[in-house]
């Protein structure tokens, strides 16, 4: 906010300085020793002091206008905004043209008291003056806009009805930064006890929040704060904001930290470039965790604290990038939340237009990859206070925020409420899974990727947990994705989840087994298609042929049979020719790739060996299928 603050106090100093350099507007000798202390008062910063004096000079003479006003101005620097109006107000009704700057000053605070109506006046009034300084002419036309856009939103309110979380969250302390994993069963957020601020969290039971718990004594420490943080989808990676650390390069740096077992790996500073000696903070992880979005006044942005992101490469996170003016101001842009959807950013800002102080704002990817002009969440989700910290729910209907003027249980207490259909995101589930060995049923760590099979690159790539064989991941509605998850010495598993239609809300819940490499297991490649009564490879197939190549590179002495079913629909030597082709495909394409022949046959099936009745079209689809087949190791 470099911009509003100088402006305020250039306003509140050019005052001052008029008041001792010029002639007052009294005579009263006790009036005028008063104000001359209130000077020197506000020379050594000693503000409620000068308040005093200045309220005693008026008491001397109200109608000392020069008093009125610094009496004004100092109120305003002090954030008490209904006594900085009375005074302002009181200024202007001695004399109209008493100093010009007092309409831009009164249009502010008015904007702060959520008094639209009479700070579109005053602004208008500050404007019709010529000559003013460009920034003073800027910012009264920032605030206008403000104005405007309040009387226009407090006609229109939006649907907001917030709900307290809890005692099983809230306390007496100030909780505020929620963040939930994409099943919604852990939330993690800032608790501050005697200007402390750590980490705890609370596990979903039944439909219900635990007692919150200290997150970790490798996390959290007694010395330093801890806060603004970003979990990732399936909760083993935390983000978070560390200050004046002895491990940091700034004043506020980056960490990350792993989730291992019951329990958080130490945090790791994420260095240059993104932590600077500067200040970055407030981090933001997308979906499949490679492009962090944060809050740095580094050199190169729009204002204050601009909103950035870097993307993770081979060598490491990338250069940061300035997000652009269709997000960042030349005021301040702070609490970023990615949606996992990729494509909705969630911030709070200063200098779009809205109710006062900080509000929230959603932006959306355009179709050419570029962030959209923001568009503020509407009253009265703000406010004219600040509003910031707002984060989701994966499959996007819930937000989670913080307030301290809600009737809590004391301080900021967290609260969720249903978000207005017309700023929630795109449709999102997940899938979350557990790995296991098909004969023990032992819980395997084994590596797990899911790609967007039209475009055929990744969208998650990690390890299921090494304890539970755990994963989640989550998903857009639109798309088609094939999960792949190998491991050594196991056929590798397949799935297939088609979005493309996709309006539900029930979440992918899976087992994948891993059978181990033997004689006579096989995998049912479900990512592999052909169009109806054909045997063409259709260009979606890509990814999963690269993966049956892969396997067989690592696995050189592995002999295997592809496999071609159809369901009962049609004739049966129709069937039995068109499995066969298909089989042929899928051999070929891997001959084509540097897989030798003498290690491959194909064969087809037709409808011999259905494994579901082909009594319904879901049933008949799964009999319709490519296998993979071991007959030699």
């Known amino acids: 906010m470099k911009v509003a603050l100088a402006l305020l106090l250039s306003l509140f100093l050019s005052v001052a300085a008029i008041a001792q350099q010029k002639l007052y507007s009294t005579n009263n000798k006790e009036a005028l020793k008063y104000i001359s202390a209130a000077n020197q008062n506000i020379d050594d910063h000693m503000y409620d002091e000068a308040i005093q004096n200045l309220n005693k000079s008026l008491e001397e003479d109200s109608k000392f206008i020069d008093a009125r006003a610094l009496l004004g101005d100092l109120y305003r620097m002090k954030r008490l905004y209904k006594q900085a109006i009375e005074q302002y107000t009181k200024t202007i009704a001695l004399n109209p043209e008493f100093n010009r700057g007092i309409y831009l000053k009164l249009g502010e605070v008015e904007i702060n008291e959520a008094k639209y109506t009479e700070s579109k006046q005053h602004l208008e009034k500050y404007l019709t003056y010529p000559g003013a300084a460009p ?89 330093y704060n801890e806060g603004a943080q970003s979990i990732s989808q399936d909760g083993k990676y935390l983000f978070f904001t560390g200050c004046n650390r002895p491990d940091g390069l700034g004043r506020c740096d980056i960490y990350i930290a792993q989730k291992r077992g019951d329990d958080w790996a130490k945090p790791i500073d994420l260095s240059p470039p993104v932590n600077t000696p500067g200040w970055e903070s407030q981090p933001s992880i997308n979906y499949d965790g490679r492009t962090l979005y944060f809050v740095s006044n580094r050199k190169g942005g729009y204002g204050g604290y601009d909103i950035w992101k870097s993307t993770l490469t081979d060598k490491g996170w990338g250069e940061p990038e300035n997000l652009g003016p269709n997000i960042n101001t030349a005021y301040n842009e702070q609490s970023p939340f990615i949606h996992p959807d990729d494509s909705t950013l969630y911030f709070s800002s200063n200098g779009w237009p809205g109710l006062g102080s900080k509000d929230l704002f959603v932006s959306r990817m355009g179709k050419d990859g570029k962030w959209q002009k923001p568009e503020n969440l509407g009253y009265p989700i703000n406010s004219n206070g600040d509003e910031g910290g707002l984060s989701l729910t994966a499959n996007g209907d819930y937000a989670f925020f913080s307030s301290d003027n809600l009737n809590g249980f004391g301080g900021y207490d967290i609260y969720t409420f249903e978000l207005p259909v017309n700023i929630r995101p795109h449709r999102v589930t997940y899938v979350k899974g557990h790995v296991k060995d098909a004969k023990t049923q032992e819980p395997l760590e084994a590596a797990v990727e899911i790609i967007d099979l039209q475009s055929n690159t990744p969208v998650y790539q990690d390890y299921s947990g090494e304890e539970h064989g755990d994963f989640l991941a989550t998903l857009t509605s639109g798309k088609n994705y094939g999960l792949n998850i190998s491991k050594s010495g196991y056929l590798f598993y397949s799935e297939n989840f088609s979005l493309r239609n996709y309006k539900g809300t029930k979440p992918f819940d899976i087992i994948a087994l891993l059978s181990p490499i033997e004689v006579g297991s096989k995998v049912i490649l479900k990512n592999i298609f052909f169009d109806t009564n054909k045997f063409d490879l259709q260009a979606e197939s890509k990814a999963e042929l690269s993966k049956m190549i892969d396997f067989l590179q690592m696995n050189k002495t592995v002999r295997v049979e592809v496999s071609g079913h159809t369901d009962n629909v049609g004739q049966h030597a129709n069937n039995q020719t068109l499995s066969e082709n298909r089989a042929k495909s899928v051999y070929q394409y891997l001959i084509n790739h540097g897989i030798a022949a003498a290690r491959l046959v194909y064969k087809g099936y037709g409808e011999t060996q259905p494994i579901a009745p082909n009594t319904t079209d879901d049933d008949k689809a799964r009999n319709r299928r490519t296998e993979f087949m071991i007959i030699g190791k």
Request: no cysteine; hydrophobic share 35%.
């Open 135 to 223: 920034d003073s002419y800027a910012y009264a036309q920032k605030l206008l806009a403000d104005a405007k856009f309040s009387i226009q939103a407090v006609q229109h309110p939006v649907p907001f009805k917030p709900i307290n979380v809890g005692a099983e969250i809230n306390t007496a302390y100030d909780e505020y930064l929620p963040v939930a994993t994409a099943d919604e069963s852990v939330l993690i957020f800032t608790r501050k006890i005697n200007d402390n601020e750590d980490f705890y969290k609370s596990d979903k039971v039944d439909g219900k929040w635990s007692k919150a718990t200290y997150l970790s004594n490798q996390i959290n420490t007694d010395k």
